[in-house]
């Protein structure tokens, strides 16, 4: 600072002085306007130059004075300039040590960072390490306990299930007095009369479970020895009934007895071709859905198109099947089961909207379709609809099924979506009225007990009825 006021000063001091010498040169030059020239002889005197010579000197000294000027503010301007650029230089090289000691003390800093970070997160995965293992070991004698119990309960559930055992054969000994009344009235001395009685008896052998003496039974119908006789509503439902118990070849036979009596009724004639197509008599069944499609009665049954319809979507015909359940739809005074079948068949067929449609369209038709209702339901289930499935199940439950087998189906469908909709209480309880007669409700009862830790000889009682 104090070189700078030096030079400053020094720079004034010469141009004052510069300015003091020419203005002192330019008086001493210049004539005083009071003096009076020295009078000098005419003859003598040559032509005045003192004036010029005076006036270029003036010039020249001026034009000195300005230049010098201009040098000393130029050097002046060059010198401060100079020093400006290198106080810049020195600032811009002190910004620059400023930033690399900031970066290196940032990068020291993270670096630090990172290393206290690392060195936390393994002390906790050290400690966590730690509290599992002690976990672990406080828990080994739990679970060993927990085993312990599980290998005591499976004990437990052997001899329930030794217990169940015991008293399904208990109670099959107590059938045994209506089993030897069936034997003696099917084969013993007092056989049955007619056609009907025979129906009944294979009935109710079928109700204890006694299907090959049902099977018997119902031989005896077709038995050219029995001589038996019956309307056709005998033959029919006894045809039926061996179908029931997955005879086909019976069934058909039993129909073929009937039509040597009645050959023109159309529910043996359906039945006959139903269960020739079901035995791989495929040319007498072609012929015998050929005669009855030019039969008028047939068409107003719907026996006809359901079952037609069934033989050939099993014969692959399955645009056939369909138009032939549209044109049921013109003939039907209740075309309700036509939209069920063409429904199953899109089922069948994965094209589940347009079945849930033609359900819909059955339901419309006949409210009272339970068949299709329980249908619809089971396809709503399986797509995840469980409130919709749920509706037509409550429904079909409270307004159309009978106490019968379907009934009791209808309960273990609305356990099974009670369950996946996670109402468990709800699910045992319609379980519980579906194991009446539903084998696999009472097998799922059964597994929801064993995974309540439940399962005893009165909860089996209660299962199974026993």
């Known amino acids: 600072m104090k070189m700078h006021i030096g030079i400053t000063a020094f720079v004034v001091l010469s141009i004052a002085i510069l300015l003091m ?122 679970i060993e306990g927990i085993v312990k119990s599980a290998n005591e309960k499976i004990q437990e559930t052997a001899q329930v299930a030794e217990q169940l055992i015991a008293q399904i054969n208990e109670q099959r000994n107590a059938f045994h007095s209506e089993t030897a009344w069936l034997r003696e009235r099917g084969l013993g001395t007092k056989r049955p009369r007619n056609v009907r009685e025979v129906h009944d008896l294979a009935t109710a052998a079928t109700s204890i479970g006694r299907r090959e003496e049902a099977i018997q039974l119902l031989q005896l119908i077709v038995d050219s020895s029995s001589n ?13 009934q061996a179908a029931s118990i997955r005879d086909l070849e019976l069934a058909k036979a039993i129909n073929m007895e009937g039509l040597k009596h009645y050959p023109d009724n159309l529910d043996l004639l359906t039945d006959y ?20 499609s030019d039969n008028p009665r047939a068409k107003a049954s719907w026996r006809y198109w359901i079952f037609y319809s069934d033989f050939l979507e099993r014969q692959g015909n399955l645009e056939d099947a369909y138009k032939l359940l549209e044109n049921a739809k013109q003939h039907l005074p209740n075309p309700s089961m036509a939209y069920r079948e063409q429904a199953e068949q899109m089922e069948d067929r994965g094209r589940f909207d347009e079945a849930i449609s033609l359900y819909q369209e059955a339901l419309q038709h006949n409210p009272s379709e339970d068949i299709a209702r329980l249908k619809l339901a089971q396809l709503l289930f399986r797509l995840g609809r469980l409130e919709d499935a749920l509706e037509h199940i409550n429904w079909a439950i409270r307004y159309v099924l009978p106490r019968n087998a379907r009934y009791f189906t209808a309960h273990y469908y609305k356990g099974q979506i009670l369950l996946a909709m996670e109402k468990r209480d709800e699910a045992k309880r319609a379980l519980q009225i579906a194991a009446v007669h539903d084998e696999d409700a009472q097998v799922l009862l059964t597994s929801m007990a064993l995974e309540d830790g439940t399962l005893d000889s009165d909860t089996i009682s209660k299962v199974y009825k026993l």
Request: glycine share 6%; net charge negative.
């Open 228 to 240: 038996f006789h019956g309307t056709a509503d005998d033959y029919f439902n006894s045809a039926v």
């Open 273 to 292: 071709a139903d269960n020739c197509g079901k035995t791989g008599d495929i040319e007498e069944a072609e012929r015998v859905w050929r005669s009855l």
């Open 21 to 142: 010498t020419s203005t002192a040169i330019a008086q001493t030059l210049t004539p005083h306007p009071d003096a009076t020239p020295a009078p000098t002889p005419t003859a003598t005197v040559s032509p005045p130059q003192t004036t010029e010579t005076q006036n270029g000197l003036l010039d020249w000294v001026s034009q000195f004075g300005s230049v010098a000027i201009a040098a000393i503010f130029a050097g002046l301007l060059g010198f401060f300039g100079f020093q400006r650029l290198q106080n810049l230089d020195k600032e811009i090289q002190s910004a620059r040590e400023s930033r690399d000691a900031m970066t290196k003390e940032l990068r020291d800093e993270l670096r630090d960072n990172i290393e206290r970070i690392q060195k936390i997160q393994d002390e906790r995965i050290i400690i966590l390490e730690t509290r599992v293992n002690s976990v672990v070991e406080s828990q080994r004698s739990v």
